[in-house]
């Protein structure tokens, strides 16, 4: 089956408490698409944490000593300095502009993901609203799979992406931080290749092959495209979780 993705029509600006299920299965029909055994629906980070409220208000965040030095170091707001710091088990590298994190979930990214873009439209030059990553996107990945299950019965996967850099190229591309139902990783050693050979070290990570693939139909700007629907995934559904492809500590070569 040829992999297919299609940005869902219809998905309206999320705010707090939304019903990510609902929207999902109305913006499946606007799209005129049906779901599928083996379907997987692909989200953007950022309407899930407005979905379960994780807005901040710079406003009121208070800096602590560490915040503003390192701020000062860097040339960004102590306020949401303050803040990547409580998102990070601990800073990789800075430099002016940048500071790269150990996110508590375990990934190293930019500023802890906090994302100032899309984010809210009120606020004044004192109140400034910022957005952090959900508290765990594996659960919220899991509750709205089994959400949509329950409503469609059918097995599907659900992918929570997010946009993240990388150490030696630029851009950013689309990286899974939460899933369900969709593994993280291949493990194709044991495989024959096309001439008899067997692969010795090869396993894929296929969910941030699909998040890179989903990002693209996403856009980054104002698409308003945030939900992907993917058909043909060549891959058999199963649990997974981020924690298969975090790589541990001792096996990191570049820290």
């Given amino acids: 089956m040829p992999l297919s993705l299609t940005p869902l029509s219809g998905i309206p600006d999320i705010h707090a408490g939304m019903d990510l299920v609902e929207i999902i299965l109305s913006g499946i029909i606007k799209s005129n698409l049906t779901l599928q055994n083996n379907d997987i629906l692909v989200l953007a980070q950022k309407i899930v944490s407005k979905a379960e409220d994780r807005r901040i208000n710079l406003a ?104 993240h850099g990388r150490a030696w190229r630029l851009g950013t591309v689309g990286a899974a931080i939460g899933m369900s139902g969709i593994p993280g990783l291949i493990d194709e050693r044991g495989w024959k290749d096309l001439y008899g050979y067997t692969l010795q070290i090869t396993v894929v990570g296929v969910a941030d092959e699909l998040a890179a693939a989903a990002s693209l139909i996403m856009g980054q700007a104002a698409e308003g495209t945030p939900i992907v629907h993917v058909r043909g995934f060549p891959y058999p559904l199963r649990e997974g979780s981020l924690a298969e492809i975090i790589r541990p500590k001792e096996q990191d070569l570049f820290r």
């Fill in 60 to 163: 009121s965040i208070a800096p602590s000593a560490e915040a503003i030095a390192l701020a000062l170091k860097t040339d960004k707001d102590p306020r949401l300095v303050e803040l990547i710091l409580r998102e990070s088990i601990g800073i990789i590298r800075t430099r002016p502009g940048t500071i790269i994190t150990e996110h508590k979930l375990g990934f190293i990214c930019a500023s802890a993901g906090i994302d100032h873009s899309n984010v809210a439209g009120e606020g004044n030059d004192n109140e400034e609203w910022v957005l952090l990553l959900p508290e765990n996107p594996d659960q919220s990945a899991d509750k709205i799979r089994k959400g949509i299950e329950k409503k469609c019965n059918m097995n599907i996967g659900v992918l929570i992406i997010d946009s």
